[in-house]
Every structure is written in structure tokens, then in C-alpha cells.
């Protein structure tokens, strides 16, 4: 059975993407338009009630966490090999989706989403979100210090989510908060450029895999 991502073509949905290319799982997308409100349509809202994307249609499941172990013995092991790799694992997916997110999120929102709609921005919330995220960087530069990827010396699902947003940092112009960070810039110039994010990031809805 091809596995259907329902979402828009750009953010959490292309996370999902990257996952699902680094496990060789074959997939179809269906992209949404958020920005039209096609999420709010009543044929989405049969899928997901709350109107909440992305959406993974692959029976019950829809975690993309649930396709790391589910394809665990395919493609790349984003999951550590060890229980105590797994535990790390976990830790900084928790870390990522508590603080980094939240903060990333806000800033990049704020100013993309004003910019489009031709909004005034919340300085106010712009400027405590880069605070936020600048302390974040912070633990992340100290942790990258000591090992190459956040959950140890090995690529994880834990980097692997970090790309889709950070990537709107340069276009929002707010890249110095990685670059003047010697471990995170190192470690951001390597997730950026693995194979399975350049061709998510390069293409345009509806991607096959």
C-alpha cells in the first residue's frame, strides 16, 4: 500500500517527506492550501477533524516517528541501535518539539505570514521568540560540541526534523543566529545537504516517490 501525506507543500509536512524518502517507503502527496482554508473543507475534515495538517493516511498511524520503527530494518536507522541511542533519540525529539519548534515557529510566522498577507508584524512576539530561540542555539551549540549530531555520532530523526523550518531563516533574515554559532553552523551546513532534504526542498508538489 502507497502511503498518502495530505498537507502543504512546504514545513511540518516536508519533515514527514524527508522521513519517509530516508526509509525507501513509497509514497504519494496530495498538497492542501492552507492558505485557501482547503484544510477547513469538509472532504479534509473527514480525514483529520480538526483541521490540522500534515495528514499521513496509512491506516490508524499518522506519526512519522511510527514510520522510523515501523521501516526500521530499510533505508536509513533513525533510531540509534542501541536503547540508549533510542533514549537520546527521544530526549532531543522532546527538546526540538518543546523549544525549538514553538520558538522557530512564532519568529518565522510573524514575519513570512505578515509579509504575504501585507500585515503589520508582532514586534513584540518577533522579539521574544528570537530571544527564545537564540537560548535554544545555545544548548544546541554546547551539545554539538561534544558529538557530531544532536542525539550522539550518528544522524537521527532528531536532525532530520529540524530542517523545514530553519530553512526560512535565511529568508526572513535571521541566519546569523545559526551561522554565528561555530558547532550549530557545522552541523546545520551538514543536515541541510543530505540527499533526502535537498530533493524535498528543490521540488514542488505533488512529489512521487
Request: aromatic share 12%; glycine share 4%.
Given at each position: 500500500m502507497v502511503v498518502?501525506?495530505?498537507?502543504?507543500?512546504?514545513?511540518?509536512?516536508?519533515?514527514v517527506l524527508v522521513c519517509l524518502i530516508e526509509k525507501e517507503v513509497k509514497f504519494e502527496t496530495?498538497?492542501?492550501?492552507?492558505?485557501?482554508?482547503?484544510n477547513k473543507d469538509h472532504g479534509f475534515l473527514n480525514l483529520q477533524p480538526f483541521g490540522v495538517v500534515p495528514v499521513i493516511q496509512d491506516g490508524d498511524y499518522t506519526l512519522f516517528v511510527y514510520y522510523a520503527e515501523k521501516y526500521k530494518s530499510q533505508g536509513t536507522d533513525l533510531l540509534g541501535k542501541s536503547i540508549e541511542k533510542r533514549g537520546a533519540v527521544e530526549q532531543w525529539l522532546e527538546v526540538e518539539a518543546q523549544n525549538y519548534h514553538p520558538a522557530i515557529y512564532t519568529l518565522v510566522i510573524e514575519i513570512l505570514l505578515a509579509r504575504k498577507k501585507g500585515t503589520p508584524?508582532?514586534?513584540?512576539?518577533?522579539?521574544?521568540?528570537?530571544?527564545?530561540?537564540g537560548k535554544v542555539l545555545d544548548i544546541y551549540e554546547e551539545?554539538?560540541?561534544?558529538?557530531k549530531?544532536?542525539?550522539?555520532?550518528?544522524?537521527?530523526?532528531v536532525d532530520l526534523s529540524h530542517p523545514p523550518f530553519t530553512k526560512y531563516l535565511a529568508d526572513i533574515g535571521k541566519m546569523h543566529l545559526?551561522?554565528?554559532?561555530?558547532?550549530?553552523?557545522?552541523?546545520?551546513?551538514?543536515?541541510?545537504?543530505?540527499?533526502?532534504?535537498?530533493k524535498?526542498?528543490?521540488?514542488?508538489?505533488?512529489l512521487l516517490e
Open positions: 498518502k501525506l495530505y498537507g502543504p507543500d512546504f514545513a511540518s509536512a516536508n519533515r496530495v498538497p492542501i492550501d492552507i492558505i485557501k482554508g482547503q508584524s508582532d514586534a513584540k512576539a518577533i522579539k521574544e521568540s528570537e530571544k527564545k530561540l551539545r554539538l560540541s561534544k558529538s549530531y544532536l542525539a550522539g555520532d550518528f544522524f537521527s530523526l545559526i551561522e554565528e554559532r561555530k558547532h550549530v553552523k557545522a552541523w546545520w551546513d551538514d543536515i541541510s545537504n543530505i540527499p533526502s532534504w535537498k524535498v526542498s528543490s521540488s514542488r508538489w505533488p
